[in-house]
């Protein structure tokens, strides 16, 4: 009689179904998570089932079959016949030794409606009065489409910059879609704020929007540009006085013998260039008159008694009367 009362009790008994079942994507990253409520203290595990819209058949999705946890990530499963407009669906179950419950049916879902793109990151380089700005797009899951596309093929971006403190984001205001913007700044002394947001025109998802950044832009006005411009100019002349002037230090003194003679004996180290082409300065001269002397001719006229000397030495007085010059001048390098 027991066995029987044990029997009817299992047959009547119902297990209980799971409850708050959603589907979350992120960046074509799909989950799926459950809630459970068991009344009586009996381990139970879970199953779960796909469908899509294009297919119109249920299979069983073996990554989630007979698990203990309350969530499923079915990004897989939702990669079947992956395209903007195809819907999908889920089924899940609980199940124990002796008893399983019914399905719980998620909603339709689709990535246009139901997924979303999380925001990208916005990098900022500012050189002067221009502004490079450039999208980075958020890392997706590496999905192909039916066509054989990457589901992040046609990705651009919102970009939206605006004055800070004047014209807030306006989010509907901001119809650039691009990877990459760039901007001339013609206000001195400006700081700008910028946000972004993937725009996909083949998904039409619901994309973040990225944290505004603001920068400073140190653009200069006329009257600063004027000012440099003119501090370059002096510069520019300063150089050019100075090496001329340092030209004129280092020209080479032309000095006469005599002159030379009297820095060689204060400075027996300066160095000094014979010039070829200078001209001897004469500061005195006396006219050379000969002397009659018959010792002189006489001595003169002697024989060599030198044994090594084989020619005789005579007197040339052909310069006698005439006007004895100065050496050439010579040059003085540095004198210290």
Request: net charge positive; charged share 20%.
């Amino acid at each position: 009689a027991s066995e029987t009362s044990d029997n009817t009790l299992n047959t009547r008994y119902q297990l209980p179904r799971p409850v708050n079942v959603s589907l979350i994507s992120h960046n074509f990253k799909t989950v799926l998570t459950w809630a459970y409520v068991n009344e009586i203290p009996e381990k139970a595990n879970f199953t779960v089932h796909f469908t899509d819209y294009l297919t119109g058949q249920w299979q069983l999705y073996p990554p989630c079959s007979n698990i203990a946890l309350h969530h499923c990530d079915v990004t897989k499963a939702f990669s079947v016949n992956l395209t903007a407009s195809n819907s999908y669906y889920t089924k899940i179950k609980a199940i124990t030794q002796l008893h399983q419950s019914q399905f719980t049916f998620t909603e339709r879902f689709s990535f246009k409606q139901n997924a979303t793109i999380g925001a990208p990151t916005v990098e900022v380089k500012v050189r002067g009065q221009q502004i490079f700005l450039r999208c980075i797009y958020p890392i997706v899951q590496n999905l192909t489409t039916k066509t054989g596309r990457k589901v992040d093929r046609d990705f651009r971006c919102n970009i939206c910059v605006w004055q800070k403190g004047h014209n807030e984001l306006k989010k509907k205001n901001c119809p650039t879609k691009k990877s990459k913007l760039k901007l001339n700044i013609t206000q001195p002394r400006v700081t700008l704020c910028v946000s972004a947001q993937v725009n996909s025109k083949q998904w039409k998802m619901k994309a973040e929007w990225s944290i505004q950044k603001c920068f400073q832009v140190q653009s200069l006005n006329f009257q600063e540009t004027l000012i440099i411009l003119l501090v370059v100019i002096a510069f520019f002349l300063g150089l050019v006085t100075a090496s001329m002037i340092w030209k004129l230090l280092k020209k080479e003194l032309v000095l006469p013998k005599s002159l030379m003679l009297i820095v060689k004996t204060i400075n027996p180290y300066a160095d000094m260039k014979i010039e070829e082409d200078a001209v001897s300065i004469v500061i005195q001269h006396e006219e050379v008159i000969p002397v009659e002397c018959e010792h002189c001719f006489e001595e003169a006229a002697k024989p060599i008694t030198d044994p090594e000397v084989t020619e005789s030495l005579t007197v040339d007085l052909k310069y006698a009367g005439k006007d004895w010059t100065y050496d050439r001048p010579q040059t003085l390098l540095n004198v210290n």
